[in-house]
């Protein structure tokens, strides 16, 4: 590839991105207003997000789906307003927490199901079981 063919199809790739309201994202699919993302589906308002899916609102995550407002956190699922936390799956309002299910307004914990902590092993037998009956995957 020479020189020319690669900066146009930069120009072309750039303008692609600003078109659909998504300015820097690389292959954000059905997102909007949502800047400097990439490989995301059906987010709105999110910035510098990676591999989210139907998010809003959300900062700096990786790897969340279903999530609103969340902000530098990673393996989300169904979360609200957490931040700077992981693999937490529909929690709201937590902050630096580590593997949470169904938790309210929690800091720092790590391991708990409705707020009521767990040795790691149970955390996980009582994690499955319960997506089992919500039917998540």
Avoid: W
């Avoid at 949502?34 to 987010?43: E, K, R, T, V």
């Avoid at 169904?102 to 009521?116: A, D, P, S, T, Y």
């Avoid at 149970?122 to 994690?127: D, M, N, P, W």
């Amino acid at each position: 590839m020479d020189k020319r063919t690669f900066l146009d199809e930069l120009a072309r790739l750039e303008r692609s991105a600003h078109e659909r309201g998504n300015p820097g994202s690389y292959q954000s699919d059905d997102c909007d207003n949502s800047s400097h993302c990439m490989f995301c589906a059906g987010c709105k308002d999110c910035h510098r997000c990676n591999y989210a899916v139907d998010c809003s609102g959300c900062t700096r995550c990786t790897h969340v789906r279903d999530c609103v407002a969340c902000h530098h956190s990673t393996h989300l699922e169904g979360c609200e307003r957490c931040v700077e936390c992981q693999y937490l799956v529909r929690c709201r309002d937590c902050a630096e927490c580590l593997y949470c299910f169904g938790c309210v307004g929690l800091v720092r914990k790590e391991f708990h199901i409705l707020n009521q902590p767990y040795d790691r092993k149970t955390y996980f037998q009582k994690v499955k079981q319960l997506r089992l009956e919500l039917g998540l995957r």
